[in-house]
């Protein structure tokens, strides 16, 4: 099974290297988040892009946040409380999207959440089922390749590696930017 992302290691999931590598609002804009989205925010964590999303889609935009850890959804649920924020709905999902909702999103992010899926392929077909038709898809992972931050190498994938998965699971080819130093951004689209 890869390496699934400890909720005791929180800290390191809104650290000031990584505001540093991927300012939240300005890495949303960049994946093409516009105002008045559903955003579906699959392994959301404690909120580091579901919340400052909100300011991105304004009053009419909506967030539905996913995550397996009840821990991780504890504290995305308190820092909005904390910043008045009352669009944002929390699932507990499973490894696989497993209740994932039907939410109609009409843009999906999962960010360094697909290299941790053991069933990667269900996961994105689920993903794909809680997406209105023709959304948008964006998947932000670790390069493959040594970093000084992250998952060992072996655990990452290679562009061509979600390529397929994306259109073996109904997405389209997706086009790849380098984000920051150490990741890569994915956007594809339903199918």
Not at 90 to 109: M, N, Q, R, S, Y
Not at 135 to 152: C, D, N
């Amino acid at each position: 099974m890869p390496h699934v992302f400890d909720p005791g290691e929180m800290k390191k999931l809104d650290s000031p290297e990584r505001r540093e590598e991927m300012p939240a609002e300005r890495t949303l804009l960049k994946a093409g988040l516009k105002p008045c989205d559903i955003l579906l925010d699959v392994g959301c964590g404690p909120g580091y892009f579901a919340l400052p999303a909100v300011r991105v889609l304004g009053p009419r935009g909506r967030v539905v946040a996913a995550d397996v850890s009840q821990i991780m959804l504890s504290e995305l649920r308190s820092r909005a409380a904390v910043a008045g924020i009352f669009n944002v709905e929390t699932v507990l999902c499973g490894h696989a999207g497993e209740k994932l909702p039907d939410a109609g999103a009409t843009f999906a992010l999962l960010s360094d959440v697909l290299h941790e899926a053991e069933h990667k392929g269900p996961l994105l077909s689920a993903v794909k089922n809680a997406l209105a038709s023709g959304a948008r898809l964006a998947i932000i992972e670790w390069r493959k390749e040594a970093t000084p931050h992250g998952p060992p190498v072996e655990d990452r994938l290679d562009a061509a590696a979600i390529a397929k998965l994306l259109d073996n699971n109904g997405f389209e080819e997706p086009v790849v930017s380098e984000l920051g130093k150490e990741h890569a951004l994915y956007l594809s689209k339903k199918r």
